[in-house]
């Protein structure tokens, strides 16, 4: 979601002076939220009012999922009266009998983001869409581009990789997502409608190394630059992740309440729906164990690593970390000393593991891997963390790959 909003604040500055470049300055004095962040932010508002069982049924719960979107996307319309809607919607926020009207513009999938992160499965994700759209875009075109994109995000927020998340959309949706950034910006002129816009901003997602490069290819398109970059950067935000500087000069842009939304939504999001119910905070770390074979016989890349624990940071997966008592009488992590002397974290994906080195009854601190990645790089007497240091398969990050998997500068 949050990544929706800082691609159109960034894209906020260029839809009437638009850039043909990846060089532009991120944040200009001008750069504000607009339309499409308000309806991300009511959008979300919305989802996190009904039960959650409704979210993961939303088919069943149709009309008052509706309902609960039309009352919040009025209220913060009406909240924000001038933050650039298009006349059919600008009208639609006040009217006392609002009413779909047909429209096909991008307007549906720019504010789509929440669903494909508090969806339950794809099927959830699709309908929710299809909800979240059909309110004021119910043309078959902007559903068409709004559950393009919450599918996408569903998919990257899982850990699927991009060659499978472009499958599903170009199978679904027909949309062509080879395009070269390049080769669209050369003829790409502003236009709103879902099929043209929206292939154009996923093509940039499949495109980027990176959230920030891909927020910058949606720019510099030179088309409809907010909404584009919106969602660019809502793909990217669930692929990527976001750094933390992008993360604080977005949030600063927002109103107070927004910013409560987004505390909500941080709260609800990760917690309840990408982990699986009744399982172990170590569950699934299993799919990191087949992993460091697969890297130390060479079949397994650097790339393949970030995503499997960017995967398992995102479902809010956790290490064993030893620890030891310090002068104080507290307990610290206890560190290893790597090849060249350096200290290192030691972090186990399970008890099985932690045993191999004799310390089955040593004792552990059970962590969130996201507090342990930002841990490694704030702290400068660390130079990185080894998983499963007892196993001959054991793999050492350095603080560099640790950015990586954080979407963080090294």
């Not at 290819?217 to 976001?242: K, R, W």
């Not at 956790?318 to 090849?339: D, I, S, T």
Request: a negative charge.
């Amino acid at each position: 979601m949050l990544g929706a909003i800082i691609g159109d604040i960034i894209g906020s500055t260029r839809e009437s002076a638009p850039v043909k470049t990846t060089e532009f300055h991120l944040f200009e004095e001008g750069s504000r939220f607009t339309d499409d962040t308000v309806m991300t932010v009511a959008l979300s508002d919305a989802l996190l009012s009904v039960p959650g069982d409704w979210l993961d049924a939303p088919e069943e719960h149709a009309e008052g999922i509706r309902t609960r979107i039309v009352e919040r996307m009025q209220t913060w319309g009406r909240r924000f009266p001038d933050a650039g809607y298009g006349g059919w919607f600008q009208s639609w926020i006040f009217s006392d009998d609002p009413q779909p009207y047909g429209s096909f513009g991008n307007g549906s999938a720019m504010r789509i983001s929440p669903a494909g992160w508090l969806a339950g499965s794809e099927e959830a994700a699709l309908e929710l869409a299809k909800l979240g759209a059909q309110v004021t875009h119910n043309h078959p075109e902007g559903i068409k581009g709004a559950q393009a994109v919450a599918l996408a995000v569903f998919l990257a927020r899982s850990g699927a990789p991009k060659k499978e998340i472009r499958q599903a959309l170009t199978e679904r949706f027909g949309y062509d997502l080879n395009r070269d950034p390049d080769e669209i910006r050369t003829s790409c002129r502003f236009d709103s409608s879902c099929q043209v816009s929206v292939p154009q901003a996923l093509a940039c997602f499949f495109a980027a190394e990176s959230y920030e490069d891909a927020v910058r290819l949606a720019v510099s398109l030179g088309g409809d630059a907010d909404t584009q970059a919106a969602i660019a950067g809502a793909v990217a935000e669930g692929y990527f992740g976001i750094p933390e500087y992008l993360k604080r000069e977005g949030r600063r842009r927002l109103s107070r309440p927004m910013v409560k939304v987004l505390e909500r939504f941080r709260r609800h999001a990760p917690r309840r729906y990408h982990g699986r119910k009744g399982t172990t905070p170590l569950t699934d770390n299993d799919r990191i164990e087949l992993l460091l074979p697969e890297v130390a016989e060479g079949s397994a890349s650097g790339q393949d690593v970030v995503m499997v624990l960017r995967s398992r940071m995102f479902e809010d997966g956790q290490f064993l970390v030893p620890c030891e008592e310090n002068e104080k009488g507290g307990k610290v992590p206890r560190l290893l000393a790597g090849e060249s002397g350096e200290a290192m974290l030691p972090v186990f994906t399970s008890r099985q593991e932690l045993a191999g080195g004799g310390d089955a009854s040593a004792e552990v601190l059970l962590a969130y891997m996201d507090n342990l990645f930002y841990a490694c790089l704030r702290d400068e007497a660390v130079s990185g963390l080894v998983i499963n240091p007892w196993n001959r398969n054991g793999l050492s990050i350095e603080k560099k790959g640790i950015a990586a998997i954080v979407g963080e500068k090294a």
